[in-house]
């Protein structure tokens, strides 16, 4: 008779945990810098594609047996996906935010889906930089400045379009 009313402290227990770890959480938008004539926000979305692989199964010919046997095959395939980014850059420094499937399986950990970039360069017609996702995938960001073009090339690629995101406005799109 008592389980009822177990279960509705506890679930009251860990709504006040989450409310109040919630309200620790570090803000990203909050930034203070010192030269916001020198910051730049995108948000870009795209298509990519990475790697992956599949298990079939089918028939082959045993040679030994003179007869088709059973067989499992494992092979390696792509896979496409759709995503967004979110770049920040601020001077020679910069941060890339990456979702879902941009996001390896075995990664150096980022800071809540944010990664550093490192030798960022903006030019007038380009912006280049590299960012770690582990030891062995340090893909190269490219953004062409006069189409909003993007592209991200590591073990996984990902093409896509880039918007200004000028939040200090709040200008609509539409």
């Given at each position: 008779m008592n389980k009822p009313i177990i279960t509705a402290v506890v679930t009251g227990m860990a709504i006040?945990?989450?409310a109040a770890s919630g309200a620790t959480?570090?803000?990203y938008d909050d930034y203070e810098y010192e030269n916001?004539?020198?910051?730049l926000t995108l948000i870009c979305w795209g298509e990519g594609r990475k790697p992956g692989t599949s298990v079939?199964?089918?028939y082959s010919w045993d040679h030994r047996r003179n007869k088709f046997v059973p067989e499992t095959y494992i092979?390696?395939?792509t896979k496409e996906f759709d995503s967004e980014v979110q770049i920040e850059l601020h001077d020679d420094w910069g941060r890339i935010h990456l979702t879902g499937k941009?996001?390896?399986t075995i990664h150096s950990g980022g800071n809540n889906g944010w990664w550093e970039l490192d030798n960022v360069h903006v030019g007038p017609d380009t912006i280049t930089a590299r960012y770690r996702l582990n030891g062995l995938n340090k893909p190269r960001l490219e953004i062409n400045r006069r189409t909003g073009r993007m592209k991200i090339d590591g073990q996984t690629k990902f093409r896509g379009e880039c918007?200004?995101?000028n939040?200090?406005?709040r200008a609509n799109r539409f």
């Open positions: 006040a945990t989450l959480a570090q803000r916001a004539e020198n910051s079939s199964t089918g092979q390696n395939t941009l996001i390896p918007d200004q995101g939040w200090g406005k």
